[in-house]
C-alpha cells in the first residue's frame, strides 16, 4: 500500500469482486455476440447450389462460457501475480501460502532433482529432457553472470558454449584426454575466449554491446563450419568418449562399472550417471556465483549494471571488472558445453546456431535478471513446456511467443524479480529512538 | 590566505586544459587545496566546474597542464586509481546504486581500497553517527531513497574509502533548502572534527562560499576571481551574478 491516498482511492475501488464480475460480464458479451455469428450459426453451400445453415448454439454456450470463466481466471491472476505498483487483493490466506511456497520452493525443488533419476528410473525420456533442462539451467546460471549482474547484454553466449563443447571433443578424439581433465581445460579455453571477447566490446553498452556479441557469437560458428581440417567442418566431430566415473567407464565390458559392482547391465545407469554430473556442474555453478556475490567482485559486478561512471568514481577498475565477468559466465559456457558434447557424442556447427544463445537469453530475462531460482524456473518451464507442447506443433512456437509477452507485461523484471541483498549487518541492532526522531525533518 | 604560502598543498592543478572534442572547457586553470581546508568552485552552468573535477579525476584526461596530489604527478592516471589514493568523489546527480541497498552501497566505497573488516565497521560507524537517517534505511535499496537521504548515501559511500580529499559536485541539487543545510552542517562537522579537506563543486554559492575557506569563482573555463569564502562573499560583482538571482 506504498500509492499516495489520491491515487490508491482510485485504484483500490476496482478491484473488488464486482468489478472482476462486471469486467467478465463485458467479455462473455462481446463474446457472444462475436461468436453467435462465427459459431452460432454455420453455413454452408447445398447441394443444390443453395445456401443451407444450421445453428450449434452448444458450442456457442461454451465458447462464451469459457471466455467468461477465463476473464475471472485472468483478471485473479492479473492481481494476484501483477504488476509490483498495483494494489493487490490477494486474500490472507492464499499470501501466507506464498510466502510458504517462495520460502521452501527451492529446497523442495533441489530435493526433487536429487531423487529424479530415482523416481524415473525407468523412464528414458523423463531422464533424458531432466538431463536437457539442468543443462539449460546449467547455461542460464552462467549467462546470469555476465546479463543478470553485470548487466552487460550478451547475445553471443553460444560461442563459449561452442568452444568447451569442441575443446572436449577435439582434445578428447584427437589426444585421448579423459573427460575430467578435458573438464578444467574447456572451461579455461572458452574463459580465454571470454576475455579476448571482452577487450574489444569494454567500451560499448547496450545494443553496441549486443551487436557485436552476436557478430561473435556467429564468427565462432563460421569458424567451426569453415575449418575443417581441425573441427570437420559441418560434419561435426563424432566418436566423442563417454565421461567415466573416475576412469571406470560405464559400459558392458569387463572392467565396466556394472561389472565391478556385480550387477547386471543397462543403458540407464550411464544416463542417472550424466544426470547426476550436470545436476552437479549446475549446482556448482549456483554455488560459485552465489559466493562471488557476496565477494567484493561481485559487489562490483553489480554495481557496474547500476552506474559504470559512479564505479569509476569509487575506485573500481572497470576494465578488470568487466573481463572477469565475461571470464567467469563464459567458463560456465564452456563446462556446460564440454558436458554437452560427451552427453551427445557427436557435436556440430547446428548444435550452436543464434537460436541457442537467444533461448538461454529469454531464460535469463524471463526468470528474473540475477535472479538464481528464477532462472532455474525458467530454465524448467522453457525447455519442459516446450517438449510439453510438443502435441500443439506448429503452434508451440505461437503458444511460447504469447507466454513470453504476457509475462513481460505482468511481471516486467522476471518470474522471480526480487533481489536479496548480500550485505547484512552483524548484529541486529536496535536503532534508538533519538535516532529516528532526528531523522524526519 | 596565509596559510596557501607556508603549507604544501594537497591537491595542485596548474595550468589544466580539458576538451571534449573540439569545444574546449578548461582553458588553463589554477587551484590550490590545502590540507584541512574547505574550498568553493562556484560558477554559472557550463563554466567547467564538473569538468574540472572529472579532469581531477582523470577523465576526460588533461590535454596540458598537472595536476599534484600530495606532492606526486597524477596527471593522466587512471580513475581508479586516483581513487585508491584517498582522493573520494561525490559525482554530480549523486550517482548511488539504485537497485542496490543501502549497505551494500556504503560497502562499495571501500571495495576497492585496500580497507580490514575492522576499518568498515568503524568507518559504517562514522558514517552512521554523521546520518542517523542512512542507519534506519540501512536495508532499503538505494533507489527508494529520498534525494536529501540518496546525497546523504553518496557523502557517506565517498567517506568510506577513508578519504584525504573528498570532492563534492553540487551537493545540494535538487534538494530543500532544509535537507540542503543539513548537508552543509554534515561536511562542516567532518572538516572541523576528522580535517577532512573538502572540494566542493555548487551552484548554490552563497551556501558554498559561506562554509568554505576560500573560494574559486570560474567563468568559461577560467578562473576569474579568487579569495577567502567571506570575501568571495562582499565582491560586488559576486553578489549581482551569483547570489542576487543575475540582476544587473
Redesign the interface.
Known sequence: MSVTPATSSHTSQPLGSAFILKKALISALVALVLFSLMIGIRTEAGNQGGLIYWTRFGDLATMVGVVFGGSIIVELLRQWFGPVETDKVVPKPVRAAMSFVGHWLAPALLAFALFVPVIFYHQRYILDLAILVLTYVMLGWGLNVVVGLAGLLDLGYVAFYAVGAYSYALLATNFGLSFWVCLPLAGILASFWGVLLGFPVLRLRGDYLAIVTLAFGEIIRLVITNWQSLTGGPNGVSGIPRPTLFGIPLDNSDDGLAAKLGIEFSPTHRLVFLFYLILAMALLTNWVTIRLRRL?IG??W??L???E??????????TTTKLTAFATGAMFGGFAGAFFATRQGFISPESFTFQESALVLAIVVLGGMGSQLGVALAALAMIGGFELFRGFDQYRMLVFGMAMVILMIWRPRGLVGH?A?????ERS?A?SSD??K??H? | MSAATTTIPLLAVRGLRAAYGKIEALKGVDVEINPGEIVALIGANGAGKSTLMMTIFGRPRARAGRIEYDGRDITGAPTHEIARMRIAQSPEGRRIFPRMSVAENLQMGADATETSEAEREAGLERVFALFPRLKERIAQRGGTLSGGEQQMLAIGRALMSRPRLLMLDEPSLGLAPLIAKQIFEAIRTLNRQDGLTVLIVEQNANHALKLANRGYVMVNGLITLAGTGAELLQRPEIRSAYLEGGRH
Open positions: 567484493p559487489r562490483a553489480e554495481a549494471r547500476e552506474d561512471v559512479a564505479c569509476r568514481a569509487l575506485g573500481i577498475n572497470t533481489r541483498p548480500t550485505v547484512y549487518l541492532e536503532i535516532l529516528v532526528e531523522g525533518g
